[in-house]
């Protein structure tokens, strides 16, 4: 049972990889899914929000496409999820799901590039916007609470909750979620560590959609 408590709200999430292109046939990726960040959307849509989903590289179908509650930009690189997602940034809540790439490539050639005998060429890298932190620096107070509400992703290999708490702080966001467990990348069942400023709690493995409800529940009580 979900309770409507999203109504009138406009929530914006990004999902999914990005692919930072070397040339026009090859490129640099992660493995995210976007299972988790399109499972937050269908949970939005079901608690009566309106949701504008930013998605990288996915072979995910639009959920609950049908009501009319969800729009999609589709993007491939950091940049063009950056520029879709500051377009759309005035919104009640701001879910950044996707796990974007640090880095994106400095020059990627024009053509295809060809072997050069036995030499392997070597990339140059140059730092990536970083979405969240730019939509936080633009959060106002609207009725004694931030606008829009902010929720990071973690996903740490060590000391998880110590990250996501220093994360939250030099982010400055109310909310971050962790990974729980190193194979959530394209897994159908998750773990989640909520840090926010009452401190950290478990939400208890289970398939992403449950998850996903758990964390609209809570979020919405927020706003
Ligand atoms: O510390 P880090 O930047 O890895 O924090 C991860 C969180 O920040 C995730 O919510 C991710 O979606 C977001 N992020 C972002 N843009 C980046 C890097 C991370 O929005 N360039």
């Not at 730019?134 to 959060?139: C, F, I, N, R, S």
């Not at 609470?145 to 220093?166: D, N, Q, V, W």
């Not at 394209?186 to 709690?201: A, T």
């Amino acid at each position: 049972f979900q309770k409507k408590l999203l109504i009138g709200k406009r929530i914006l999430i990004t999902a999914g990889p990005t692919f930072e292109a070397m040339d026009p046939v090859r490129g640099i990726t992660n493995r995210s899914s976007g299972k988790m960040g399109f499972a937050i959307a269908r949970a939005a849509i079901e608690a009566g929000a309106e949701v504008h989903l930013v998605a990288g590289p996915c072979e995910l179908t639009t959920p609950l496409a049908a009501t009319g509650k969800i729009t999609r930009t589709n993007v491939v690189s950091a940049k063009e999820m950056h520029a879709a997602t500051m377009q759309s940034r005035d919104c009640d809540i701001f879910f950044a799901v996707a796990a974007v790439a640090d880095w994106g490539i400095a020059k990627p050639a024009k053509e295809k590039m060809k072997r050069q005998g036995k030499q392997a060429p070597s990339l140059e890298f140059v730092a990536n916007p970083d979405i969240l932190g730019d939509v936080a620096k633009t959060v106002r107070m609207k009725g004694g609470r931030p606008h829009p509400y902010c929720i990071g992703f973690a996903a740490e290999s060590t000391e998880l909750a110590k990250h996501a708490e220093e994360k939250r702080k030099r982010k400055g966001i109310p909310m971050i979620v962790g990974n729980i467990g190193p194979d959530t990348f394209g897994s159908d069942l998750n773990e989640l560590l909520i840090v926010d400023e009452n401190g950290s709690k478990k939400i208890a493995k289970a398939e992403k959609l449950q998850l996903a409800r758990q964390l609209i529940q809570l979020v919405a009580k927020k706003i």
